[in-house]
């Protein structure tokens, strides 16, 4: 087990992080060097394996999902849900539930990891479960190209042991099968238009209001969660929950589903001092389309601000390969982040009105704050911009904790 000296330390630089005002990762960066195989001995001992969620979009979301689900069918849950996907950040996530002794209270881990990371924690530990979401073009600056993301998925399910849940619609992840030998039996989600027959399947969204069809049966959901994405997501953490624990009776887990809220900054809704406000991740032109598919920009004042970090992805070109014109009619309140002004260009191009640019977060944010508070706001943030904005907001307003 591991060295409760190990855990004390860590425990240490946690809350020295959190006096700092930040760092999920940090902590996890320390134990790994001090015990490279602290997470693999840890989740090693639980009595029903690990679960692998991977994928370029809605990971954060689907396993927020998927381990409401399982908790609603009477599992223990243990969850990375700090929000970093890297083996660092699952290692911190340990850090705040184990014992000295290195004691886990769970009885199945539900993890989200970056698809880089998958290929090595697989490597290490071999998933029971994996759910692989999607291979869009995200980070390619990381990752070179969609065939190299799916290469590190095919990875993933390669080493999962019972089941792989795969997305029918997405080309890359539908040829795994065909292409690689699987030990896991493979289970199928999509929507209705999939040419091909799946498990789990989105037979419709309307409103707020899902139709998920489950083994030739339909349950209508309304549900917490926002968007056509977040009804997808729901259909893929269906089809994987539906594996897990086919003793559940689906009834128990759609209940369940319909009391999910969205993951912080995934439609993740705030009120400050009376106004509404959304803040909506976005990381590549797919994501950017769906999130303002899915929110009427309509009588809402809107912002959007992008970094060019490591966690946004240095190239941040991509929104140039996203189509603005529905925000014609309303407009654009305040840019902000580094590259306001480049999307500032962007929205010329697709004759979007803007009223103010200002690359500093804060400032930018207390001008969007004062801008018609009777109406709804709503920010579009890249990953570094969506947590600095939660730390600002969370001086003016109620929100979910994440450490």
Known sequence: MPNPVTITLGRLVQAAARLRGGGTALPGLVVEKLEPDFAVRILGELPQGVVLVSGTNGK???VKVVTELLEA???????????????????????????????LNADIAVLELDEAHAVNFVAAIKPRYSLLLNVLPD????????????????AVARNTTEVVVLNREDELLAQIPEKETLIAEVRWFSEENSARQSDTILKSFSGNTACFEIGGV????????????NALNATAAL?????????????????????????FGRGESINVNGTPLELILVKNPDGFMQALESFDSEDCVTMITVNDDYGDGRDVGWFFDVDFSSLRQSGVAVLSGSRAYDMALRLEYDAVPLQAVDTDVPTALKTFLTDSPEKPHRIFCSYTTMIALRKLLGTKAEMERVV
Request: hydrophobic share 40%; glycine share 6%; proline share 3%.
């Open 73 to 103: 069918a009477g599992l223990r849950v243990f969850t990375n849900n700090t929000g970093s996907n890297f083996m660092r950040g699952v290692i911190s996530s340990l850090l705040q539930k184990v014992s000295l002794t290195g004691r």
């Open 239 to 263: 089809a994987l929950v539906h594996a897990i624990v086919p003793e559940t009776p689906v009834e128990v887990l759609t209940e369940a589903l319909s009391q999910v809220h969205s993951a």
């Open 139 to 154: 980070q390619l600056d990381r990752f070179g190209s969609t065939d190299y993301t799916a290469e590190l998925l095919a």
């Open 218 to 229: 339909c349950y209508e959901v309304p549900l917490a969660l926002k968007g056509r994405y």
């Open 60 to 62: 954060t979301t689907t």
